[in-house]
């Protein structure tokens, strides 16, 4: 069954699509070590991951197993990131969140703002009742962002993560449907 990645506006924000247009944003947000610091694979150093990534995008949709964004600024049309839903389980009613902003864009609500955006249409309409996240326990950002959303960390993956030779744990979180807050 399909699922039409959708486009979805926030006053600041449009979330849409990928198109090949934004191979070289992914390549350059993908290769930045702040960005990908605390990410559970190495920094691309191979520019064909984009196209590989912008695949994925197309198989999810094709699939209906999920949704990924691009994320734009609205004031200047700048991408700034990308959000996603993944693993949709429509028998279990779950879904994975996931998501990566360029490092000019912190700090300023985008990604809670586009994540909320994404979670609103996906409790709407692919009707969940819990999704999860995971996070770096080193990455209190994401955290933040997790927590303003409305997610509660539920535990601790120990020693789950090994990228460039750095062990890392990550914190789960979830967000039932019954805590999803949708008019914040």
């Excluded at 979330?15 to 610091?37: K, N, W, Y």
């Excluded at 839903?85 to 490092?103: H, I, K, M, N, V």
């Excluded at 326990?137 to 997790?146: D, F, K, P, Q, Y």
């Amino acid at each position: 069954m399909a699922l039409p990645t959708p486009e979805l506006h926030t006053s600041r924000l449009r979330l849409r699509p990928f198109t090949g247009a934004d191979a070289d944003h992914l390549v350059a947000l993908h290769t930045s070590p702040e960005v990908m610091r605390y990410w559970d694979s190495p920094r691309w150093t191979d520019p064909g991951r984009a196209d590989r990534f912008l695949a994925v995008c197309e198989r999810l949709a094709e699939e209906g197993s999920g949704a990924r964004v691009a994320i734009d600024r609205v004031e200047d049309g700048t991408f700034v990131g990308w959000c996603a839903l993944t693993e949709w389980d429509p028998d279990f009613r779950s879904a994975s969140l996931g998501y990566c902003l360029d490092q000019s864009a912190w700090g300023h609500g985008y990604m809670t703002e586009a994540a909320h955006a994404l979670l609103r249409w996906a409790y709407d309409t692919l009707d969940l009742n819990r999704v999860q996240a995971e996070t770096d326990t080193r990455n209190i950002g994401s955290a933040r962002v997790l927590e303003k959303l409305g997610f509660v960390r539920e535990g601790t993956l120990r020693e789950d993560c090994i990228v460039d030779g750095d062990v890392s744990d990550s914190w789960v979180f979830g967000l039932l449907r019954r805590e999803w807050r949708p008019s914040d």
